[in-house]
Nanobody, 122 residues
């Protein structure tokens, strides 16, 4: 059982940067691929970024490519999401998740955090 806790969300201005963290406990997090998703009010949960268990492979949703970077530190059981050049449409609750393998669909992830709110004001 892996327990995930996100942090780092907040209210920022257009063009600002923010770094989210996802701390894992209760399991061998280094054996799991990890991903970030987001969900805005009235919209479906959207894939943002994913990373393999070693960190060697990363992949991104089209809407964040070139602006967001996912990384992980398995020694600290933590996954990060660096978000640059933020836009109002990035406003959402951001969730961290863990999966046995690299994946882009929510149903492929076994463990989820409680989410952290990111609001980008214009």
């Amino acid at each position: 059982q892996v327990h995930l806790v996100e942090s780092g969300g907040g209210l920022v201005q257009v063009g600002d940067s923010l770094r989210l963290s996802c701390a894992a406990s209760g399991g061998t997090f280094g054996n799991y691929a990890a991903g970030w998703f987001r969900q805005a009010p009235g919209k479906e949960r959207e894939f943002v970024a994913g990373i393999s268990w070693t960190g060697a492979r990363t992949y991104y949703g089209d809407s964040v490519k070139g602006r967001f970077t996912i990384s992980r530190d398995n020694a600290k059981n933590t996954v990060y999401l660096q978000m640059n050049s933020l836009k109002p449409e990035d406003t959402a609750v951001y969730y961290c998740a863990a999966s046995p393998s690299t994946a882009t669909f929510p149903r492929e992830y076994d463990y989820w955090g409680q989410g952290t709110q990111v609001t980008v004001s214009s």
